[in-house]
């Protein structure tokens, strides 16, 4: 009472027009910017001191119109292919509104929501091929899923109970992968105490997949030396190029020495549910697999999964139960606390929110054939962009496209390879900063490479038409030293 409304009819109305301006917004996300920097005076205000005195929700409203809608990430428009950021969907955006009123506590309990949150998870392990009685929770996103994956193979494999002992009641734990694992493995070796040097990084192939051999050799080396493998980490799509390992031969390869095979699918997993499926094939060997609804799920942000294949490996992992569960938690037989940590049990999280139910609604409302069609899109786009640099003499691709990412760059015959790295830093930062596209960045041995990582259902062909001719453009300005804007004409098709 004390903080709901004092006249709901009021606060229904605002709440129609919030409803009403965001389905707008994203409707006509196409005739804006890509992006936009906070300009000074937004900057200005926003710097504010501490509300202790409240204000209507309407000019609450005003404010956020004014000074926080104007500036987004970006990843809403159809051309935003930076990092791994996916586009989300109305329906998203419905559904973490009606989540956000039941507001429901998902450690466990007798509730609606544990009921629609174990579905989604069925859902999700039947997609990628783990046998049906798997084990799975919905997360933050691939960083945490991947911890939680990694954890469960530290608990699987350490060959003493680490959970009661610590890490100094055993050897060195070691785990390796291609050294184009995404970052996320540093946090989780510090996370665990490991420290990050248990990551043992192998070389690359020419098509950025793991170095079988090498891996193999430093496995051997390391127990030789007196350390204690755990686990391979295997990439089904990495996060500079999209490559996927060979997933079967690591598989093996696991097997051989008796370790765990995790493969972080953070974006690429979802091609398991496309035509393109062969491309992840292994995937569904793995003892655990971490993946993201919110990258090429398309779902708003925050929902990641985190899928392993032994029933009992995530309970073994967290649930407190293990050492004593406290009796503040403890499940009764009747009432509400009829399983009350059933998902706390699966992961670090015991406050969680209803993020299951945007993954409901979406794969409903959407039907995961029109998703998979999305998915399959952006895997053809990203093949048609990679054949438009190819046939461009200018524009060079700096990697093979192999599922939906193209990195290239502007390299005009004769420039020498020192100047090649600053131009195409520049030409991406014209590209953002003039609100055409939104691609990012790698470096490729040694060279700068503007990256296209296309999770965007929004996007069109002519999209990528706008790209290639802005790239060409700005680098052909940029080169000439002229400073001059190029004109370019941006499209304002809406997306179909
Ligand atoms: C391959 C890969 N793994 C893990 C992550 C981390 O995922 P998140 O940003 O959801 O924590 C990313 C993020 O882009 C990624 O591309």
Redesign the pocket.
Known sequence: MMLDPSNWDETRAIGREMMDDMLTWLETVRDRPTWTSVPADTKARLDEAIPYAGSSLGEVYEAFKRDVLPYPTGNVHPRFWG??MGTGTTTGVLADFLAAGMNNHLAGYDQSAALIERRVVAWLVELMGFPKNASGLLV???????LNGLMAARVAKAGFDIREEGLRAGPQLTCYGGAE??S?IYKACESMGLGRKAFRASPVDADYRVDLAACRARIMADIAAGDRPFAIIG?A???STGATDDLDALRDLADEFDLWLHV?????ALAAWTESRTIVAGLERADSV?F?L??WGYMPY?V?VALTRSPEAQTATYQTAAVGAPAYLRSAQAGIAVDTTYFADRGFQLSRGFRALKVWMSMKEQGVDRIAGAIQMNIDQARRLGAMVEARPDLELLAPVSLNIVCFRYAPEGMAEDALNPLNQAILVALQTRGIAVPSQTVLQGRFAIRVCIANHRSLDEDFDVLVEAVLAIGAELAAGSGQPPQLTLTSAHSA
């Open positions: 990092w791994v933050s996103g691939g960083t945490e899923a991947n694992t995404h996320w990439n799509g990495t996060v972080d699918g953070a974006f690429g971490a993201d919110h990258k925050e990641g």
